[in-house]
């Protein structure tokens, strides 16, 4: 199984270019196969993740093609709605993206029940409310979702919970519906609004995107575009953070620093220096990081996404720090892998009360999911000797080229295949 050997001591300086952000492509890949005219999509990163939706999508007869590492050219002129389900598939949580398009297009989607990080128990009551307020007959049969209209009109939508999930699945449908939707208590993620913009430029009728409030005139269809999706706020959070982790100077490319405003704020309360561009921010940490509270909350809140990235850093700083998960209820899986590299935190139900430490030793660790892993990397990166990762599958779904990025920015991390390998990095770096 391949894994990740780290070397830690390095503090990483330079810079890094981030890629666009998974969890846009992913919506927007789905809202790609809804109409029959060809879609250019730039700036859409090269992943585990999207690259299983775009092989499903091959699947449904849809034409997909890479004219570069980072362009994508759709058409699903042909498309067919066939069920959808494979072993891949059921690994990632945007699967069911393919509802609300599939459903807007041809008012019939089945599709296998999503996946995804194992972070909590991830209901999508929200989804299915929403469809059947749009006209939808919904169920869960054998594991799948199945969703059927005869048609689709629009309806006046109250979420119950903010749900970035269900704001973006109702979009896509209400898009072909006839009439007016108005989602109400919206998620306003960077990549709800980067959706909504995708669509409107294939014809759509989004307006409030952003805001609580979402309204969506229908129309009868959609034509094709050329756009190019936004930068990945968590990845951009995750190199912020390695340089508080480090004491680094990280300089992140190609951002947009309205989306990081939670990040960037925590990390000057915790003493780093940052020094903000157009499209970059610098994050300079020379001294040890102060520790500070954190509550995970929707957009413009701190996101739950960046919960590791963040606890790992305070585990390191001087004094005690409390971090509370109020998005996902089994978000803290990684602090048993994080306290056997020396750290003390102590979890009581969705609060983690973290005692910092001056050091991380290393250890053999494995990820449990794809942001709790980055994290795990980045106390890697700083604790004493050497440290092992495996399961960096679940880290190389959502960050594309991860380790040769850390190791540009001077980290000492190698991607190894077998024991050899393992054992060559250790004499070489002993
Ligand atoms: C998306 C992101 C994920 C991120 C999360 C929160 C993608 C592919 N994934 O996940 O990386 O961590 O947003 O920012 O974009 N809920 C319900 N019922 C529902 C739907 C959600 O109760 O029908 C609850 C969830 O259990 C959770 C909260 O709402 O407590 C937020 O979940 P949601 O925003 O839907 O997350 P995802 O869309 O799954």
Redesign the pocket.
């Known amino acids: 199984m391949d894994k990740y050997i780290i070397k830690g001591g390095n503090p990483l300086v330079g810079e890094v270019e981030i890629t666009g952000a998974k969890?846009a492509a992913?919506a927007i890949l789905a809202a790609s196969t809804m109409t029959n005219e060809t879609v250019t999509i730039e700036n859409m990163p090269d992943e585990a993740d999207t690259n299983v939706l775009l092989g499903t999508m091959n699947d449904l007869g849809v034409f997909t093609h890479r004219t570069t590492r980072h362009t994508v050219r759709v058409n699903a002129a042909k498309a067919r709605n066939f069920p959808i389900d494979n072993e891949d598939i059921k690994k990632i949580?945007?699967s069911y993206y393919l509802i609300g398009a599939l459903l807007g297009r041809f008012k019939r989607a089945k599709v296998v029940l999503p996946g995804?990080c194992a972070i909590?128990?991830?209901?999508?009551?929200?989804?299915m409310k929403g469809f059947a307020a749009l006209g939808a007959s919904c169920r869960i049969e054998h594991g799948f979702i199945i969703a059927e209209a005869k048609e689709l009109h629009g309806a006046h939508i109250y979420l119950d919970?903010?749900?970035?999930?269900?704001t973006i699945n109702i979009m896509m449908a209400a898009t072909l519906a006839s009439g007016q939707t108005i989602i109400e208590n919206a998620?306003k993620?960077p990549?709800v609004v980067d959706l909504a913009n995708f669509l409107n430029s294939m014809g759509a009728h989004i307006k409030g995107a952003g805001t609580d409030v979402i309204r969506i005139r229908g129309v009868e269809k959609l034509h094709g575009t050329d756009y190019a999706i936004i930068p990945d706020q968590i990845e951009a959070g995750t190199f912020m953070m390695a340089s508080a982790v480090t004491r680094g100077d990280i300089t992140v490319t190609n951002i947009i620093p309205k989306h990081l405003e939670s990040i960037s704020a925590k990390l000057k309360e915790m003493g780093c220096e940052l020094s903000e561009h157009d499209d970059a921010v610098r994050v300079i940490c020379k001294d040890r990081i102060r520790s500070t509270h954190v509550k995970t909350l929707?957009y413009p809140g701190f996101?739950?996404?960046m919960q590791p990235q963040i606890t790992v850093a305070l585990g390191l700083s001087a004094g005690v720090s409390i971090v509370t998960e109020s998005?996902?209820e089994n978000r803290f899986k990684y602090i048993d892998e994080l306290t056997s590299m020396g750290a003390n935190i102590k979890v009581e139900g969705s609060t983690a009360i973290i005692s910092g430490v001056e050091r991380y030793t290393g250890a053999h660790i494995a990820a449990p999911d794809l942001r709790a892993g980055a994290a795990l990397v980045l106390a890697g990166l700083v604790a004493e000797g050497f440290t092992t990762i495996d399961n960096i599958r679940f880290i190389e779904r959502g960050y594309e080229d991860f380790y040769m990025k850390l190791r540009a920015l001077g980290a000492t991390i190698e991607r190894v295949e077998d024991e050899r390998s393992e054992q060559r990095f250790r004499l070489k770096y002993a």
Request: hydrophobic share 40%; glycine share 10%; no cysteine.
């Open positions: 969890n992913l949580r945007a995804g909590g128990l991830r209901p999508i009551d929200q989804h919970v903010v749900s970035v999930g269900a998620a993620e990549h929707p996101p739950t996404d998005i996902f």
